[in-house]
Nanobody, 121 residues
Framework: QVQLVESGGGLVQAGGSLRLSCAASGRTFSVSAMAWFRQAPGKEREFVATISRTGGYTYYSDSVKGRFTLSRDNAKNTVWLQMNSLKPEDTAVYYC??????????????WGQGTQVTVSS
């Protein structure tokens, strides 16, 4: 079993920045890809970004490309999502995901509990 714990969410003004972190514990050797998703009130969960096991490949949704950066440190079993130029439409609960696949765009083996990001206008 793998446990994922997100942190770093909060309230920020439009144009500001936040950095989310996701720490993995347990059987982390079973983890390859990691990813971030988000779910806004009244909306379905949407893909944000994914990163390969070594960090050599990243892919971002069009809505965050150029503003968000995903990175990982396997020695610390941690992935970070740097969010810049935040917009009110970025407001959502952000979820960390992990799995054995090369990338994660929808399905994942493990999910975090989520962390709230609120961007005020």
């Amino acid at each position: 079993q793998v446990q994922l714990v997100e942190s770093g969410g909060g309230l920020v003004q439009a144009g500001g920045s936040l950095r989310l972190s996701c720490a993995a514990s347990g059987r982390t050797f079973s983890v390859s890809a990691m990813a971030w998703f988000r779910q806004a009130p009244g909306k379905e969960r949407e893909f944000v970004a994914t990163i390969s096991r070594t960090g050599g490949y990243t892919y971002y949704s069009d809505s965050v490309k150029g503003r968000f950066t995903l990175s990982r440190d396997n020695a610390k079993n941690t992935v970070w999502l740097q969010m810049n130029s935040l917009k009110p439409e970025d407001t959502a609960v952000y979820y960390c995901a992990a799995g054995a696949s090369y990338t994660i765009y929808k399905a994942a083996d493990y999910w975090g509990q989520g962390t709230q990001v609120t961007v005020s206008s």
